[in-house]
């Protein structure tokens, strides 16, 4: 088990290296340098010359680099200049953000996906069956801006059921019971959406899970002993249908940080995705690289937690 | 008849594997329709905007701002005075044209890398495998729209070279898993005692094995690649300004005031992405249960 998880995370070093890699190369691409925003048209260029001198910016690549990595490993990512402050503190505040929102989608999620798998799985063929897999079908195929913009113009604008932009009421009080009321209730629809969205792959799964199992031995020898079909349904064959739908988690959260570029631009909640698109707009180049990099460590982190998840709770797969 | 039969569909007529897809496919009645209804209405689109000169409609007209549907242009006009209609043909013609190309590209790359690592196996898969895997886990919607601003002469052809590069390994992975398997087969090992090429092997005898799954994958990603392409018009890193696009027209609705009065500017570009995405994607996933044994209508 350890053994497993061990070697996994030594599988991740390499990816993060060639990861870094190419984030740094294209951080060079990038044209402007950290004085971007510092400089006016008086600024002697000799001096120019040597603040780069000093920043090292003169040396070679791989030297550069090293110590790019260097800084970042200690939480150093340089400066934004369309905020002037720190990136680290500045992703760290938006990264809170989309935190809590994918929490709230990932809960929604399964509270939605694992009752329609399930019964679609157990009364296969039925009328509600057909109308999950059609559901299922339906939100496999909507694009993530299309129903973001739907749900926002019936459920924000027509109907007024939910606040339109923002993360939280502005008169509210930082940490009273309203305050926190009104942060859920801002990230509410955002994560409907997210959650209806992502119901498809858990919902499959599980169906056919079920269906599967089914046919299977277990379960033939469980209804020839007497078993009545319910006892079979929550002791044999969802137990061991859930065993996917633990690993889905990690890919679960990869799939949700590419969404949120989408979900977070539509609905106005600053998070990290609308940081990223605000920071392409501006042309802020170090918050971009860092949140390109820090995208990545992600979606590498999620599909380690799929990994391990999946090595604890099924044996089989477990590396030797 | 047998024997007449035997002729038509024999060892040099078509591959037994696409007759069969077809003939499944046929069955399912609503994949039928949305066949009908998506190749009338590509030809449709395409035919129109023939009709339609881009200048004059993306030409500013500030008088006709906001003009509500059927007063002077069919579906009214967006916040320059453009005629929406024109633009929804012209930008469901390039979204058409544009997720075609990088289904094509990512197909043909994907088809050769996979079959390349599925046929040979060893350290060349190994290398590749490794290559794809790192493709995989990183952010490729991130690193386009970073490429997509980077690039100094962007176009449309630059745009479909960029998304290509990140989206060719699954189709990739795919061929390599089935290409290993089939080349373990002992018609492949019969062929390679009489001293058949490598490449001819591949290219004869393993491809035209994949074709139905290939179709079933491709179909699926040219369903996917039209939703990337708006999506990435929509948040402004796709096609420029200049061009029509269904993904801008719905961009529009970024504003709200465009969100809640002048709804004919977002809407029918929104639904007509919908009704793409929907009739595609029930192709493919038709064409998909056309492939599955279990899962055929009999």
């Known amino acids: ?320 | 008849m047998s024997y007449k039969k035997k002729k038509r569909y024999g060892s040099k007529g078509r591959p037994r594997g696409l007759k069969v897809l077809f003939r499944e496919f046929k069955k399912d009645k609503i994949a039928m329709m949305s066949l009908y209804l998506l190749v009338f209405f590509i030809l449709f689109v395409f035919i129109a905007s023939l009709f339609i000169d881009q200048e004059t409609l993306m030409r500013i007209n500030l008088y006709d701002r906001y003009s509500p549907p059927g007063e002077k242009y069919l579906l009214g006009a967006d916040q320059g005075g453009k005629d929406i209609f024109g633009q929804l043909i012209i930008g469901a013609r390039n979204s058409v044209f544009i997720a075609l190309a990088i289904t094509l590209i990512t197909g043909l790359i994907g088809i050769v890398v996979g079959l390349i690592c599925g046929y040979f196996g060893g350290w060349v898969d190994y290398i590749i495998m490794r290559i794809i895997d790192f493709f995989v886990t990183i952010p490729s919607l991130l690193f386009i729209i970073v490429f997509v601003t980077l690039v100094p002469k962007y176009s449309v052809a630059t745009f479909i070279l960029i998304m290509s590069m990140f989206l060719w390994t699954g189709t990739a992975r795919l061929v390599r898993s089935k290409a290993l398997s089939e080349s373990k087969r002992d018609y492949v090992s019969a062929s390679k005692t009489l001293g058949t090429g490598d490449f001819t092997i591949m290219r004869r005898e393993v491809a035209p094995n994949l074709s139905s799954l290939l179709i079933v994958e491709l179909t699926l990603n040219f369903a996917g690649n039209v939703g990337i392409e708006t999506g990435l018009s929509y948040l402004g890193f796709g096609l420029p300004p200049t061009t029509p696009s269904l993904g801008t027209l719905v961009s529009y609705a970024n504003n709200p005031a465009v969100l809640q009065e002048y709804w004919w500017v977002w809407l029918p570009a929104s639904l007509l992405i919908l009704f793409m995405m929907l009739a595609i994607n029930y192709i493919g996933q038709a064409l998909r249960r056309s492939l599955d044994v279990k899962q055929r209508l009999g």
Request: contains cysteine.
């Open chain 1, 1 to 320: 088990m350890w053994k497993t998880i061990v070697r996994r995370l030594l599988l991740m070093i390499p990816q993060l290296i060639a990861l870094s890699i190419l984030v740094f190369v294209m951080a060079k691409m990038m044209p402007g340098d950290p004085f971007t925003g510092m400089i006016t048209p008086d600024t002697d260029p000799a001096r120019i010359e040597e603040l780069k001198e000093e920043l090292g910016l003169n040396d070679p690549l791989p030297v550069q680099y090293v110590r790019w990595v260097k800084n970042a490993l200690q939480g150093d990512f340089g400066k934004s200049y369309t905020f002037q402050r720190d990136v680290a503190s500045l992703i760290g505040e938006r990264a809170m953000n989309t935190f809590w929102l994918s929490f709230v989608s990932v809960i929604l999620l399964y509270l939605i996906a694992i009752p329609l798998g399930i019964l679609a799985g157990r009364y296969q063929q039925s009328r509600l069956d057909k109308f999950i897999v059609f559901y299922s079908f339906i939100t496999y195929a909507i694009p993530t801006f299309v129903l973001s913009l739907l749900f926002l113009y019936i459920f924000g604008y027509k109907l007024q059921w939910f606040p339109t932009g923002g993360s939280v009421d502005v008169e509210a009080e930082p940490w009273t019971l309203r305050y926190i009321w009104s942060r859920f209730y801002h990230i509410l629809l955002p994560a409907i959406t997210y959650a209806i969205l992502g119901t498809t792959g858990v919902i499959q799964y599980l169906r056919s899970e079920i269906i599967d199992a089914k046919t299977m031995d277990y379960v033939r020898t469980a209804r020839s002993k007497g078993v009545p079909m319910r006892k079979i349904y929550t002791k044999h064959i969802f137990r061991n249908s859930f065993i996917p739908i633990a690993a889905f988690l990690g890919f679960t959260i990869t799939g949700l940080l590419g969404g949120s570029i989408f979900i977070e631009t539509i609905f106005g909640y600053p998070g990290m995705g609308q940081l990223f698109v605000y920071s392409i707009a501006a042309r802020d180049y170090s918050v971009i690289c860092a949140l390109v990099m820090l995208y990545g460590f992600l979606t590498l982190l999620g599909s380690l937690l799929s990994d391990i998840i999946l090595s604890i709770v099924d044996p089989r797969i477990r590396i030797e």
